[in-house]
């Protein structure tokens, strides 16, 4: 299991990830009908080549190297990104889910600005 894009991305979506991406497994981008309407962007877990060029340019630090570098309060992400296929209505619907309810959950995290969250998991 690849990388992974936590929510530091929510409120950001920054893009520099994927254009730094080799293998495009990064989504939505810009020119897909999805990004507007995304929460964040994700890392196709069978795609990623573990490259690790995405986690420097992530100017939020939202990009964890691993599942197991992923920090407890950012775990239920890892399926948000698991899921989550362009141009599948289905499992972008699913993938927001998810992302809505960690937002819920996590309204302390939600609370702090996006450049600050990445510390404030490390704290939690
Ligand atoms: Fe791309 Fe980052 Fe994986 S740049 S290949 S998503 S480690
Ligand atoms: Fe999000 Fe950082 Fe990429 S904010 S879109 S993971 S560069």
Request: charged letters at 20%; hydrophobic letters at 40%; glycine letters at 4%.
């Amino acid at each position: 299991m690849p990388f992974v894009i936590t929510d530091p991305c929510i409120g950001t979506k920054d893009h520099a990830c994927v254009d730094v991406c080799p293998v495009d497994c990064i989504h939505p981008r810009k020119d897909e009908a999805e990004f507007e309407q995304a929460s964040m962007l994700y890392i196709h877990p069978d795609e990623c080549i573990d490259c690790g060029a995405c986690v420097p340019a992530c100017p939020v630090a939202a990009i964890y190297d691993s599942v197991d570098s992923t920090p407890s309060t950012q775990q239920g992400l890892v399926e948000a990104n698991a899921v989550y296929r362009a141009g599948d209505s289905g499992a972008v619907a699913k993938a927001e889910a998810i992302v809505k309810a960690h937002m819920a959950a996590h309204a302390d995290l939600m609370a702090v600005p996006p450049a600050e969250r990445a510390a404030a998991h490390a704290k939690g």
